[in-house]
């Protein structure tokens, strides 16, 4: 009987712990409780979607199964059988990932998320809001549809102009793959929902080693090349673009229509934050797009200062992966910083590792496979330095320096085990304890 009770007390200690870190902040400054009002709120909207998203879809099932005189089982009745340590799990997950993002915002690594900050935002527009939960809704229902039938991964249409691994396959299940305006739509939103609203915050965890690179070297931003790979509809890139408005960017991805939203964010970052400032470029942002495999960039040799990739790798064959570590060598300048960010692998969080694997039967095929490899060696082997690691939640930021001398095969082994990493690890390692059956949120 004791056990039956214990996620709801662990789930109103979480409650008590986020009361209060709002009540601490509230009292201490603005900034931290606007932070804290702000993301434990995010966290309510996409509790409350993502939930809906469910219901929605176990009642169209059920519906469908009396018709046919059926009993179906569904991914909610799963989720609803277990639905304190779920909840429990993934918002102290939620709450170290914001604790610890917040400690790298006051720490002056980079700024508060613009759109906290700008209220002029759509994000605060109920109408916009009520659009985007709906149309995720009915996304649910389709994936769901998809994943419970164990649907054909193929795609809408065959193409030679894309790598095979990625045009032959829908990743997650989601409508078209990456191949329709329709899926880029309704990805921010999707994948927020997944993570109850952390996202972002592992997401600005890639912003870490830029931030040290730039600060260490005193370079001017200005004067800086940075490209982001699969850059996707260009959430992250907004991050990027608000911290450093003046750096040149460019933003690549394979499909058309996740560019097409990426240029969409990048401009409304533009005239919500620096609509006076004259950054260059066709649309006045100071950022080009390319649409490319990042196996195969059209850059010159040693033309970047840096390369940013987050969230792809673990959907490319580990062929692919290689390669891609070739290029970011290729066209960095000596000295250059290569940013990996993507999920956590085997042994970062020990208690995860039983089931870790199990999302990659989310239509992720080469997740298993990623989670195992060495990506430390991927990139010596490629001729670059190991930098830093940071964890952040159920996401790994990794980053690389091209030696200043060219050549392969004399990187240094191993990361470092910087100031930044010191208080990533801590920080996780402090609230491990509440979230260490997290990886329930793969199932």
Same mark, same amino acid.
């Given at each position: 009987?004791?056990s039956?009770?214990?996620?709801?007390?662990?789930?109103?200690?979480?409650?008590?712990t986020?009361?209060?870190?709002?009540?601490?902040?509230?009292?201490?400054?603005?900034?931290?409780?606007?932070?804290?009002?702000y993301?434990?709120?995010?966290?309510?909207?996409?509790?409350?979607?993502?939930?809906?998203?469910?219901?929605?879809?176990?009642?169209?099932?059920?519906?469908?199964?009396?018709?046919?005189?059926?009993?179906?089982?569904?991914?909610?009745?799963?989720?609803?059988?277990?639905?304190?340590?779920?909840?429990?799990?993934?918002l102290?997950?939620?709450?170290?990932?914001w604790?610890?993002?917040?400690a790298?915002?006051?720490?002056?690594?980079?700024?508060?998320?613009?759109?906290?900050?700008?209220?002029?935002?759509?994000?605060?527009?109920?109408?916009?809001?009520?659009? !985007?939960?709906?149309? $995720?809704?009915?996304?649910?229902?389709? =994936? *769901?549809?998809?994943r419970? #039938?164990?649907? +054909? /991964?193929?795609?809408?249409?065959?193409?030679?102009?894309?790598?095979?691994?990625?045009?032959?396959?829908?990743?997650?299940?989601?409508?078209?793959?990456?191949?329709?305006?329709?899926?880029?739509?309704?990805?921010?939103?999707?994948t927020e929902?997944?993570?109850?609203?952390r996202?972002?915050?592992?997401?600005?965890?890639s912003?870490?080693?830029?931030a040290?690179?730039?600060?260490?070297?005193?370079?001017?931003p200005?004067?800086?090349k940075v490209?982001?790979?699969?850059?996707?509809t260009? !959430?992250?890139?907004? $991050?990027?673009?608000?911290?450093?408005? =003046? *750096?040149?960017t460019?933003? #690549?991805?394979? +499909? /058309?229509?996740?560019?097409?939203?990426?240029?969409?964010?990048?401009?409304?970052?533009?005239?919500?934050?620096?609509?006076?400032?004259?950054?260059?470029?066709?649309?006045?942002?100071?950022?080009?797009?390319?649409?490319?495999a990042m196996?195969s960039m059209?850059?010159?040799?040693?033309?970047?200062?840096?390369?940013?990739?987050?969230?792809?790798?673990?959907?490319?064959?580990?062929?692919?992966?290689?390669?891609?570590?070739t290029?970011?060598?290729?066209?960095?300048?000596?000295?250059?910083l290569?940013?990996?960010?993507?999920?956590?692998?085997?042994?970062?969080?020990?208690?995860?590792?039983?089931?870790?694997?199990?999302?990659?039967?989310?239509?992720?095929?080469?997740?298993?496979?990623?989670?195992?490899?060495?990506?430390?060696?991927?990139?010596?082997?490629?001729?670059?330095?190991?930098?830093?690691?940071?964890?952040?939640?159920?996401?790994?930021?990794?980053?690389?320096?091209?030696?200043?001398?060219?050549?392969?095969g004399?990187?240094?082994?191993?990361?470092?085990?910087?100031?930044?990493?010191?208080?990533?690890?801590?920080?996780?390692?402090?609230?491990?304890?509440g979230?260490?059956?997290?990886?329930?949120?793969?199932?």
């Open positions: 009987m004791v039956a009770f214990t996620p709801c007390s662990r789930l109103m200690e979480l409650a008590a986020a009361r209060d870190l709002l009540a601490t902040s509230a009292t201490s400054d603005a900034e931290s409780a606007g932070y804290w009002a993301h434990l709120g995010r966290a309510g909207l996409f509790l409350g979607t993502s939930a809906a998203g469910a219901v929605a879809h176990h009642l169209a099932t059920q519906v469908q199964a009396l018709r046919n005189g059926e009993s179906v089982r569904t991914p909610w009745d799963n989720l609803s059988a277990n639905a304190g340590a779920e909840l429990t799990n993934r102290a997950e939620a709450i170290a990932m604790q610890q993002d917040l790298n915002i006051k720490a002056g690594w980079y700024k508060l998320p613009w759109d906290m900050t700008t209220l002029t935002h759509r994000q605060y527009n109920p109408i916009y809001i009520m659009s !985007r939960s709906a149309q $995720f809704v009915s996304e649910a229902i389709s =994936t *769901l549809n998809r419970v #039938s164990n649907a +054909s /991964p193929d795609n809408w249409f065959s193409s030679n102009m894309y790598p095979d691994y990625y045009a032959d396959n829908t990743f997650h299940y989601q409508s078209d793959g990456w191949l329709s305006d329709r899926s880029a739509a309704v990805y921010e939103f999707s929902a997944l993570f109850f609203g996202q972002d915050a592992m997401q600005r965890n912003l870490l080693p830029l040290e690179y730039i600060r260490s070297k005193g370079l001017n200005a004067n800086m490209v982001e790979v699969s850059c996707g260009g !959430r992250f890139h907004t $991050f990027l673009k608000d911290n450093w408005p =003046t *750096l040149r460019i933003a #690549s991805d394979l +499909s /058309p229509f996740y560019l097409a939203r990426a240029r969409d964010n990048v401009n409304y970052w533009k005239r919500q934050r620096a609509a006076e400032l004259d950054l260059g470029g066709k649309d006045n942002t100071g950022t080009e797009y390319m649409q490319c196996e059209p850059l010159a040799d040693a033309s970047v200062d840096a390369v940013i990739c987050v969230y792809a790798f673990h959907e490319m064959p580990e062929e692919a992966r290689v390669a891609a570590a290029e970011f060598y290729r066209v960095l300048k000596p000295g250059g290569a940013v990996l960010t993507d999920s956590v692998q085997l042994g970062d969080r020990p208690q995860w590792d039983k089931t870790l694997g199990a999302f990659g039967n989310f239509n992720e095929p080469h997740y298993k496979n990623y989670i195992a490899c060495d990506n430390g060696g991927v990139f010596e082997a490629a001729g670059f330095s190991c930098d830093s690691k940071y964890l952040a939640s159920a996401s790994k930021t990794l980053s690389f320096i091209k030696p200043q001398h060219s050549g392969f004399s990187a240094a082994t191993g990361f470092s085990n910087s100031s930044l990493d010191v208080i990533a690890d801590s920080t996780l390692a402090a609230h491990a304890s979230a260490a059956a997290v990886a329930a949120k793969w199932n």
